[in-house]
Nanobody, 121 residues
Framework: VQLQASGGGVVAPGESLRLTCRGS????????MAWYRQAPGKQRELVAV???????NYERPVTGRFTISRDNANTAMYLQMNMLTPEDTGVYYC????????????????WGQGTQVTVSS
């Protein structure tokens, strides 16, 4: 397993969670990375992308609430999720690829296992 995601859990609407994705030095020194999520009965969707140099891009549903970041020296990527809503419920995956276009096309080479996020009152 080249990437491992953690930090999911059950929270109430309005609360926060921080997800962490850890991986190899090669991934963090050479690849763009992203977070995706898949809600029950829905297709997997892109959440946010971050380049090797920490340039970021967010999908509209999470803009202003989520923050993607990475610490290449410590081989970790994060997703800070604030003001969570039930619509944020799903399995969250981290992924990496040398080519950013493949991250945006939901076809990266390297996937981590998912971590479940449940937002419920």
């Amino acid at each position: 397993v080249q990437l491992q995601a953690s930090g999911g859990g059950v929270v109430a609407p309005g609360e926060s969670l921080r997800l962490t994705c850890r991986g190899s030095e090669n991934i963090f020194s050479t690849m763009g990375m992203a977070w995706y999520r898949q809600a029950p009965g829905k297709q997997r969707e892109l959440v946010a992308v971050i380049t090797v140099n920490s340039i970021t891009n967010y999908e509209r549903p999470v803009t202003g609430r989520f923050t993607i970041s990475r610490d290449n020296a410590n081989t970790a990527m994060y997703l800070q999720m604030n003001m969570l809503t039930p619509e944020d419920t799903g399995v969250y995956y981290c992924a990496a690829d040398p080519q950013l276009i493949r991250l945006f096309r939901l076809s990266p080479d390297v996937w981590g296992q998912g971590t479940q996020v449940t937002v419920s009152s």
